[in-house]
Structures are given as structure tokens and as C-alpha cells.
């Protein structure tokens, strides 16, 4: 059984930065497509960065220059957050094998709150 496992999220004020984790159980990252997503309160849930098979990667408009995603090791993904703003309050979540454009593979989130 696959399981993706976040962390890192927490409570941070305007400017600050943070790292996220996660960490895949009973699955590879290595030559597959992965990617963080996040959800705010009353919002849609949005791609905020991925990496294709090719090892292309993407970022939000809103994000870019700002965040970076990279793989760790063989079953970690990572996603380096600097110069946080309030807007980047959200549910952050790990998503890993796109498959006919759905992700196979969800985490349950990891929670960042940034404050002025």
C-alpha cells in the first residue's frame, strides 16, 4: 500500500520561510511525476508546483521565485518555501503519479499558516 506522509507546515509570519517534506511509503519518486498542491478555506485546490517524468519542473505563477520543489532521496519530496505572504495560508498536500492527468497518490496535508 502506497502512503505519502507531510510534514513541515506550521505557523509563520509574512517573510518567513519554511520547508515541507513528504515522505512516500511502499513507493518510489524516482523517474515518475510528483507535485504539492494546496487548498485554502473556500478555495479550489490548486497546483502549486510539479515535476513531470522528464524532470521538467512547474511552478504557480504565484509562487514562483519563491518556492523551489526538488527530490530528496528515493521516496522524499521536498518543497523549500521563502518570502511567505498571508496568501500562502493553505492546506499543503503531496501528490505523486500522474496517471490520465489524476494523481494516484494523496497525502492528508500538512497545515501553513502565515500571519502579518
Known amino acids: 500500500e502506497v502512503q505519502l506522509a507531510e510534514s513541515g507546515g506550521g505557523s509563520v509570519q509574512a517573510g518567513g520561510s519554511l520547508k515541507l517534506s513528504c515522505v512516500a511509503s511502499?513507493?518510489?519518486?524516482?523517474?515518475?511525476?510528483m507535485a504539492w498542491y494546496r487548498q485554502a478555506p473556500g478555495k479550489e485546490r490548486e497546483e502549486v508546483s510539479r515535476?513531470?517524468?522528464?524532470?521538467?519542473v512547474f511552478y504557480s505563477s504565484s509562487v514562483k521565485g519563491r518556492f523551489t520543489i526538488y527530490q530528496g532521496n528515493s521516496n522524499t519530496l521536498y518543497l523549500q518555501m521563502n518570502s511567505l505572504s498571508i496568501e500562502d495560508t493553505a492546506m499543503y498536500y503531496c501528490?505523486?503519479?500522474?496517471?490520465?492527468?489524476?494523481?494516484?497518490?494523496w497525502g492528508q496535508g500538512t497545515q501553513v499558516t502565515v500571519s502579518s
Open positions: 501528490a505523486a503519479y500522474r496517471r490520465n492527468n489524476d494523481w494516484q497518490y
Open positions: 511502499g513507493y518510489t519518486f524516482n523517474g515518475r511525476s
Open positions: 515535476i513531470n517524468v522528464a524532470g521538467e
